[in-house]
């Protein structure tokens, strides 16, 4: 991949652009925010989450979810921003208690029945996989609680700007990489390139702003 560089994102609710440590912070004092809170109906528990690449924190997202949602409907979540390909299995992982989506009692595992406030709490860090074969792992943190009402399963709050992927021949944008070549960290090609490539075109993927791009099937 690409040389990394300082991670930048969008807030959903003003539209600036922070690097990933920054935008914690002004998600708390943004007043487009704030604004919106002030109007919600104070009823329910509401969790800040941020999730990241454990391998490729590049891609990071910001989003609130109900803490009476379950770990399915964060599953369902991450399946639909950044993960789904092939309908393969996933599991989060909680103070070492693994929580499938098919689960294995020979192995101890649960169910994602369980609801967030059960499972977890204000600053509690844990992981998800996805694709037990070709993995995707993510880092999730609870930042943040509030009080509030919420009409959505889960809220966007901010996103990763795509990071800048060059040509590995030319220099140019990448558009594609190589399934194949992608395990050699090299295999990143513009359009005009990729037609080249010796792998062939079949093994060719979008570039997709998600911590699986490159990986199984995934196109985002």
Not at 34 to 52: T, V
Not at 149 to 161: F, S, Y
Not at 166 to 190: D, F, M, N, P, R
């Amino acid at each position: 991949m690409a040389k990394r560089r300082i991670s930048k994102g969008r807030c959903y609710f003003c539209s600036a652009i922070f690097s990933k440590n920054v935008m914690t912070k002004h998600l708390k004092k943004c007043k487009q925010r704030k604004a919106e809170i002030e109007k919600q109906q104070k009823e329910i528990k509401i969790f800040h989450i941020m999730a990241e690449g454990r391998y490729l924190p590049q891609y990071w997202i910001h989003f609130e979810m109900p803490a009476n949602a379950t770990l399915k409907d964060l599953d369902n979540f991450l399946r639909d921003i950044w993960v789904e390909c092939c309908g393969h299995l996933s599991a989060f992982t909680i103070d070492n208690i693994r929580y499938s989506s098919y689960p294995l009692k020979e192995y101890d595992e649960r169910s994602m029945k369980e609801k967030l406030e059960e499972v977890l709490s204000l600053g509690k860090k844990f992981y998800y996989e996805y694709d037990f074969g070709t993995p995707t792992e993510i880092v999730l943190k609870i930042l943040d609680e509030r009080k509030g009402k919420m009409k959505e399963k889960v809220k966007l709050l901010a996103r990763n700007e795509p990071p800048p992927i060059k040509c590995e021949i030319c220099g140019k944008t990448a558009t594609y990489v190589c399934s194949q070549c992608i395990y050699e960290g090299k295999g990143w090609l513009c359009d005009e390139c990729a037609s080249k490539h010796e792998c062939g075109e079949e093994m060719l993927l979008p570039v997709v702003n998600s911590p699986r791009v490159g990986m199984c099937g995934y196109t985002g």
